[in-house]
């Protein structure tokens, strides 16, 4: 007779932990959250409860506000087979959401701009292909657009973009970046997953079409990629034309 044992999770903590005392099952806080509409700053708040919680929120809850905030762009990036994604769930929630910023002498090494929440940001997966070069545009990648931080002094009005690629690992992009002999980033990793960064400015293999896309300067955009296929990147906005800022105004 074959017995099926359900896998435990519990907490290593001090005695003094309430956690130690028991926690509600996985299912009344999956329709909890599901209630609350996934909402992502409770979701972060319960990872920091403890183990067992940030086990839960790893493998449940990330998957979920990812599966209802961009649902079209996960079942494609699922697509493949694979019951999870480059990275993990916890670090697409992220991407999704948070706009990362930069730091002075950092990553982009411009002025600090703080990481902040967006919670409005559309992906795209046909805007993913101006930022690839054409042997390479059978590769799937989607492109945020960008999140704009107006008059930053001498860098004038900043733009930054993130994306994830699909299957990074069997990608174009990632083969050329490897022919190419193209180096990690000596110091940063990224923010998203804290994976090592290939840049694709060095590797000179952004297209003329990315800064079209962006609506940016075609000599002030530079992007990053790491190995679990996330993209940051950063560029220096065309300012409105008279036209565009009268029809805003209308």
Request: proline share 4%.
């Amino acid at each position: 007779m074959t017995m099926i044992i359900t896998k435990q999770y519990r907490c290593i903590h001090s005695a003094s932990c309430a956690c130690t005392k028991g926690h509600l099952s996985e299912d009344v806080i999956f329709l909890l959250l599901q209630h609350l509409n996934w909402n992502p700053k409770i979701i972060a708040t319960l990872s920091c409860v403890c183990k067992w919680f940030d086990d839960l929120v790893k493998r449940v809850l990330w998957k979920e506000f990812c599966r209802t905030r961009a649902p079209k762009m996960m079942h494609d990036l699922q697509s493949s087979g694979s019951h999870s994604v480059d990275g993990n769930w916890s670090a697409l929630g992220k991407l999704l959401i948070y706009c990362s910023g930069c730091k002075k002498d950092g990553l982009f090494n411009r002025i600090h701009i703080p990481g902040h929440f967006a919670y409005r940001t559309r992906f795209s997966r046909t805007s993913g292909k101006s930022f690839l070069l054409p042997n390479c545009r059978t590769d799937v990648l989607y492109v945020s657009d960008p999140c704009e931080h107006l008059d930053q002094g001498e860098e004038g009005d900043v733009g930054f973009f993130r994306g994830v690629f699909k299957s990074f690992a069997t990608s174009k992009v990632r083969k050329m970046l490897i022919r190419r002999g193209a180096k990690f980033h000596p110091t940063e990793f990224c923010p998203y997953c804290k994976a090592k960064l290939w840049s694709m400015l060095q590797a000179k293999m952004i297209p003329q079409s990315a800064s079209c896309r962006l609506g940016a300067y075609e000599d002030c955009i530079e992007y990053y990629v790491c190995l679990n296929g996330h993209v940051l990147g950063v560029c220096t906005l065309l300012p409105l034309s008279d036209s565009e800022e009268v029809s805003e105004l209308d």
